[in-house]
Every structure is written in C-alpha cells, then in structure tokens.
C-alpha cells in the first residue's frame, strides 16, 4: 500500500518563529489532509490538500503532487500551535493512509 | 451542529469484558471509519464501511468488530479477544471514495481503558 513519511519527527521553536513541515508519500493520491492532534486529541482538519497551494491565516499549505510531497508551513507560531501533526493520503478507493506525525512544541 | 459525536469520552473495562464504543454522524456521510491510537504513535485502520450494511477490515482488525444497519451509526465492539486494548479510539466519516471531494472528518475520540 502506499508510504507515508513526515519529517521531522519533533520540532521545538520560539514563539514567532516559522517552520516548515513535510510529507512525502510513495504514490499518486487523490486526497491529501493536514491535521493537528491538539493536547485533548482532537484531530482539527488544517487542510484538504490533494493539490496546488492554500492558506489559511498563519498556516499555509502547498502539494506538489507529481513530485509525491506536500509542505505545510506555519508562521510566526504560537504556544496553542503545540501539538502533533499529521499528514494523510488517499490513493483510489482506499482509506485515508497516516504518517506518524510531527511533533511540535512551541515555547514561549 | 453538524458532526461526529462519540461517547463515552472514557471507558474503564475489565480484562475478559466485551466493550462498545458508540459513534454517530448527522452528515449525511456515506463511509465511516474507526482507528485505533497508542500513545506517541499515528493512527491505525481498525474497520470502515463505505455504505450501510457493508464494511470491510483495515489494517488491525483482530479482535474488533463493527456493524453498519444505518447510515448515521458505526459501533465498534472491542472484544476479550484483542490482546491490548488499552488506547485512544477515534471515528471518522467522509463522502463516498468516489466522490470527487472526499474529506475526512473525526470525532473527539473514546479513551479506552482495561484494567
């Protein structure tokens, strides 16, 4: 099945500071999402990506689909920005594959 | 509101003890999903079904089982033969595989303790 790979695992910034997360995945997807896993386990959808570059806020998000990776970069990052986040993909009439998430905690 | 309700929030079972877990839609989702999370991992497939009456395993299905007699409903039954039951439970919806916009969405999850 298809490969799903985020890095970095864990991330620490000061607060304002901006980052970039990635997911590179090994096959073609006809859905792609961004989540953030805030501290009570909400899973919050970010965005639903399969393609092409959306912003919302301090978060925005590009998918490079022919190249198999997506970015999603924060900006000047806040303390409730702290979490996990994931990336998922969809390939066909499969269900929404996981990668294992970054980790990412914001200090203040 | 729209969304995805799960209840309960905690469950304390005991080891031997059949257990389900509850998960509604108001939607108008066609397919349901269930995953399993252990502390510090991702998310893992237990079962989804794309339409009632009809689901189909994901990747650790052993030891679970699940029904789908409406649209709005996906219970999850864990039962005393899944070894390791202790973990973070989370149910999703979406529309059809088939339909060109297929997000997903999840519910705040079941924590689900044995003791």
């Known amino acids: 099945g298809i490969q799903v790979e985020q890095s970095p695992p864990d991330l620490i910034l000061q607060e304002g500071a901006n980052s970039t997360l990635r997911c590179n995945f090994s096959?073609?997807?006809?859905?792609l999402q961004w989540f953030h896993q805030n501290p009570w386990g909400q899973l919050i959808n970010l965005f639903y990506i399969p393609s092409g570059t959306k912003q919302n806020g301090r978060l925005s998000a590009t998918t490079v689909a022919t190249e198999r990776y997506s970015l999603l970069y924060i900006s000047s990052s806040q303390t409730t920005d702290s979490g996990v986040y994931f990336c998922a993909v969809k390939s066909g009439n499969t269900p929404l594959v996981f990668g294992k998430g970054t980790r990412l905690s914001v200090i203040a | 509101d729209g969304g995805i309700t799960q209840s309960p929030k905690y469950l304390f079972r005991k080891e031997g003890q059949n257990v389900t877990l509850s998960c509604e839609q108001n939607l108008n989702h066609d397919a349901m999903y269930w995953y399993r999370q252990d502390p510090g991992q991702g998310l893992r497939l237990i079962y989804y079904s794309q339409i009632v009456n009809d689901f189909q395993k994901g990747d650790i299905a052993e030891g679970y089982s699940v029904s789908r007699e409406k649209k709005e409903s996906f219970p999850l039954t864990v039962t005393s033969a899944q070894k390791n039951p202790t973990a973070f439970y989370l149910c999703?919806?979406?529309?059809?595989?088939?339909?060109?916009?297929?997000?997903?969405?999840f519910g705040p999850g079941t924590r689900l303790t044995v003791l």
């Open positions: 096959d073609s997807v006809n859905n």
């Open positions: 999703a919806s979406s529309t059809a595989s088939g339909v060109s916009y297929n997000e997903q969405f």
